[in-house]
């Protein structure tokens, strides 16, 4: 009887863990605790760590804090970016001129889909740095970001500073977030944001380690600060990014920018609609961080679903489409020719039939 109790109940928790992931592979029980660091010592990151070679990682001390404060003194050969702008070769800007490279962190979310209603309309690609614990409370929004051709990023598992965690911690964290992103679309992540832009070479060499690229912003003047809201009025939001579109339309446009914008609640949602706008009215086009980078391979081999291609190029404002292949960039610092880059469209025919989802495969973003 005992037995049969708890096979019932073994039966209804996983029942439930399948119905709140909304019918997809992603069983929310086998994962880890949403918005906590993952063990290490769970079989699967075990497992994750004997396929990397960690010998050889920088030994900075582990910093303290959600985001740590910056250490005083300054710990030599660290370069850590959040305190002492040192990105040695972090992705900065994107390398497509007069470029806004639109990216939102933190989510899915529930606030996410009026973002990608919004999107659909301007026919604006982003790419978006995922949580993997809200990926696996909202894999259909995930698959729905992938079907309308945004491009996936990591944004780590529980959005703990990195410089704060273990080698291994980082792994846990970054491997989860890939194994539920790769249950939900059949891909696997290639580039990551630094939650909190928490990043030194420590870290930078376990995310090597894994294949990934880190994609920080462009300097403070690129932060909205939307995630200062509601503390910050939408007003100031808006008023302060302004200033830095115009001035960076009056100054170099030779590379683009990335912004610091997050898909976090119903009010970040409605200051991108905002803001965008304002991109808009300056002829500075907009692009995911594959086509800033040219990037025609934007995840890492070893998914299941075919590579979404970078294909086309159709520009936002200005210029013609290239309708050529975009060239892959693998420096992570965005080196490739301007004349693909000043313009791109990602279709993602192979990929979105992969997911059951041909009816989408003609979408071509303009
Ligand atoms: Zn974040």
């Given at each position: ?105 933190d989510g899915p979310s529930t606030a996410t ?21 809200n ?128 898909d976090l609640n ?101």
């Amino acid at each position: 009887m005992v037995k049969f109790i708890f096979s019932s109940f073994t039966v209804l928790v996983l029942t439930l863990a399948v119905v709140k992931a909304q019918n997809t592979p992603i069983v929310v029980s086998q994962y880890p605790k949403i918005n906590e660091v993952p063990p290490v010592n769970s079989p699967e990151v075990i497992a994750w760590l004997k396929e990397i070679d960690l010998t050889g990682a920088p030994t900075i001390p582990l910093h303290t804090g959600n985001p740590p404060a910056c250490p005083n003194p300054p710990i030599a050969n660290e370069c850590y970016w959040t305190c002492d702008g040192c990105a040695a070769d972090d992705i900065t800007a994107c390398a497509a001129p007069n470029t806004w490279g639109l990216t939102f962190d933190d989510g899915p979310s529930t606030a996410t889909p009026t973002l990608l209603d919004y999107l659909k309309t301007k026919k604006h690609s982003a790419t978006f740095f995922l949580i993997g614990s809200n990926v696996i409370q909202y894999p259909e929004t995930v698959k729905r970001e992938l079907a309308e051709g945004h491009h996936l990023a990591s944004h780590t598992w529980s959005h703990h500073a990195l410089t704060t965690l273990s080698n291994e911690q980082i792994v846990a964290e970054m491997k989860w977030t890939e194994k539920a992103v790769l249950a939900a679309t059949g891909l696997k992540l290639k580039y990551m944001r630094p939650p909190y832009g928490d990043i030194n070479n420590r870290v930078r060499f376990v995310l090597k380690k894994l294949g990934y690229i880190p994609v920080d912003w462009t300097g403070d003047a690129f932060d909205t600060n939307d995630w200062q809201m509601p503390t910050m009025s939408e007003a100031t939001v808006i008023a302060t990014f302004t200033k830095s579109l115009d001035a960076y339309a009056k100054g170099d446009k030779s590379k683009g920018f990335y912004c610091l914008e997050h898909d976090l609640n119903s009010l970040t949602v409605g200051a991108a609609q905002k803001l965008i706008p304002l991109g808009e009215a300056r002829n500075i086009s907009i692009a995911n961080v594959a086509q800033c980078q040219s990037d025609a391979q934007p995840y890492q081999a070893g998914g299941t679903a075919p590579m979404p291609t970078v294909s086309g190029a159709t520009p936002k404002t200005s210029g013609t489409p290239s309708g050529s292949s975009a060239a892959p960039s693998t420096t992570g610092t965005g080196t490739g020719s301007a004349s693909n880059k000043s313009s791109s469209a990602m279709t993602l025919q192979a990929g979105l039939v992969s997911a059951g989802l041909a009816a989408l495969a003609a979408v071509a973003l303009a």
